[in-house]
């Protein structure tokens, strides 16, 4: 029998961690888990249907493998209604649980430009059997996401334009400050529910304007002062 030294430490090789780029630089942000707050702009509310009064907020996963840089976005399978969401992402550099929101910013590496994809129709069709949404959020590449601007180079945004474009056409358009739980209370809240870890990241909701998109189409999402992701739709 081979000294234990010997023996490899993994049965099998382990997959390569899930990363985003740093703006300006050659290093990278491990990514651990992706969170994601649900209505959390009010006019998206409402355009699902749904009251824009401030409800308690609510929370689902992606898994950190569906995170991707582009520019090529591959269409995913068993869908014929894929939708763009714009949001404003959010990268722990500690975790902890029961963080008070006084102090959630303090954990907080920096932030990005994040697109969560969603497969409507799949995600209908959950809501309407009772059943969880993963198929519709948490799939290959659903997690699109620009490079990562350091909270040291950029601060911490409260408000600023966030948009995204179809084509060089405007579909979605709002400002941070229309986030009706805010950066320091999603922090805070979800500690509650989970120990948060360094590489966790959020993605804070959308504004109004999600729509469906097409193989061919190009997209650019943008923050002010955060930054912009483009990709196209393969």
């Not at 899930?18 to 990278?28: E, H, K, N, T």
């Not at 869908?79 to 949001?87: F, G, I, N, S």
């Not at 358009?173 to 950066?183: F, S």
Request: charged content about 20%; overall charge negative.
């Amino acid at each position: 029998m081979a000294d234990s030294q010997d023996e490899p430490l993994w049965v099998i090789t382990p997959p390569p961690g899930a990363r985003l780029p740093v703006q300006g630089s050659d290093r990278f942000f491990p990514v651990n888990r992706i969170f994601c707050i649900g209505r959390n702009y009010a006019a998206h509310a409402v355009e699902m249907g749904h009251d824009p009064d401030r409800e308690a907020p609510f929370f689902f996963l992606k898994a950190a493998g569906s995170i991707s840089p582009g520019p090529r976005f591959p269409w995913p399978t068993e869908t014929a209604d894929l939708h763009h969401e714009v949001e404003l992402v959010v990268a722990l550099s500690k975790g902890g649980s029961g963080i008070a929101a006084r102090d959630a910013l303090d954990h907080v590496w920096g932030y990005g430009v994040g697109i969560d994809m969603t497969r409507r129709d799949l995600q209908a069709e959950a809501k309407k059997l009772g059943r969880p949404w993963d198929v519709a959020k948490s799939f290959d590449h659903s997690a699109p996401c620009g490079p990562l601007l350091p909270v040291t180079a950029g601060g911490h945004p409260v408000a600023g334009a966030i948009t995204l474009d179809v084509n060089g056409q405007r579909r979605q358009e709002g400002d941070l400050n229309q986030m009706i739980w805010k950066t320091p209370e999603i922090i805070a809240t979800l500690s509650r529910y989970f120990t948060l870890e360094a590489g966790d990241i959020i993605m804070t909701g959308t504004p109004a304007g999600v729509g469906p998109l097409q193989r061919g189409d190009d997209v650019t999402a943008r923050i002010e002062g955060i930054g912009a992701l483009s990709l196209s739709v393969v």
